[in-house]
């Protein structure tokens, strides 16, 4: 099956594509300025103490030596210890995780949610009122950053209104989705007005279409022609921007997370860098790195199911 064998092709280019993530992140760390010594020692700190961390560190030792035994941790799922919180990178990482993938998933859910009935709209009544309300509305979002989203946000329906917490984790699936509401939709909203744009101009271009005329001519109801032939072929190039906008969703998740102080992985990167921590920073990129891939490996999958000649 030419399917299956795309889908084995893509699995494989994962392979090449992790070794130059673990060189890149390997390099960028070392070139952080400062060193984890004297961040973890302070301001007091001597010559002395400054080598004496780096020997425990394994920080004296040659590059090439630093980047077998890292590359020999990672192959093993050893991603060593957190300099700055004394605990293993895997045990800190399963326990900041999730919270930073259900954050995820719920922007982009709320995002598919709101964008694909609202291209629908605008498509189908392009130029009209609503059409031109729906895309002036979105991009304000847009052209406000996510920061500023989050604050208004937060002030309008948690300090005012009440409607929602004001930031935190809570502890049962309902309260935890019930915590994450506004940072979700404070990513979703950018996300959405990307989404609905390239939507809705897929949607006008399929609608022109020699094969939707067909369609239409040998007397298809209108809600078949829309649902089989329009949103099927319209959903390909939407999925690929979607897939392309879930690194920026990550990348603005690190601002959410402070603004709603939230505890994911992004919220800790920051610490991490600051803290000059190089195995929970080079923990977090791989498993940043992994997760993208695995978004975009998912991706072609939809799109081969939806269009099987992507994999000729």
Excluded at 119 to 141: C, E, H, K, W
């Amino acid at each position: 099956m030419p399917e299956l064998t795309y889908i084995l092709k893509r699995i494989l280019l994962i392979i090449p594509t992790l070794l130059v993530i673990l060189v890149v992140t390997f390099t960028i760390v070392r070139l952080l300025p400062g060193d984890p010594a004297s961040a973890m020692i302070g301001d007091r700190s001597t010559n002395a103490d400054v080598a004496r961390i780096n020997s425990e560190l394994g920080l004296d030792k040659p590059l090439p030596v630093q980047f077998f035994l890292f590359v020999r941790q990672v192959a093993t799922g050893n991603l060593g210890n957190s300099f700055a919180l004394h605990a293993p990178v895997t045990t800190v990482l399963v326990d900041r995780l999730p919270v930073t993938l259900l954050l995820t998933a719920m922007a982009g859910f709320f995002a598919l949610v709101m964008a694909i009935p609202l291209a629908f709209y605008s498509a189908l009544r392009r130029n009209s009122a609503g059409d031109m309300a729906i895309r002036g509305s979105f991009q304000v979002t847009l052209s406000m950053p996510p920061f500023y989203i989050g604050l208004v946000l937060l002030t309008l329906f948690s300090a005012h209104l009440h409607l929602f917490p004001v930031g935190g984790y809570g502890d049962t699936f309902i309260d935890k989705v019930w915590h994450l509401f506004l940072p979700s939709m404070t990513l979703a909203l950018s996300l959405t007005a990307v989404l609905m744009n390239s939507l809705r101009a897929s949607i006008i271009a399929v609608l022109d279409a020699e094969y939707v005329t067909f369609a239409r001519a040998k007397g298809l109801s209108n809600r078949v022609v829309l649902l089989r032939h329009v949103l099927r072929n319209s959903l390909i190039p939407m999925l690929s921007l979607f897939a392309l906008n879930i690194g920026t969703i990550i990348g603005s998740a690190v601002i959410t997370e402070t603004v709603f102080a939230v505890p994911g992985i992004c919220r800790l990167m920051v610490d991490s860098i600051f803290s000059r921590d190089y195995p929970m920073v080079q923990g977090l990129v791989i498993v940043l790195a992994v997760l993208v891939s695995l978004i975009f490996l998912a991706t072609d999958i939809v799109q081969v199911m939806l269009d099987p000649r992507r994999a000729r």
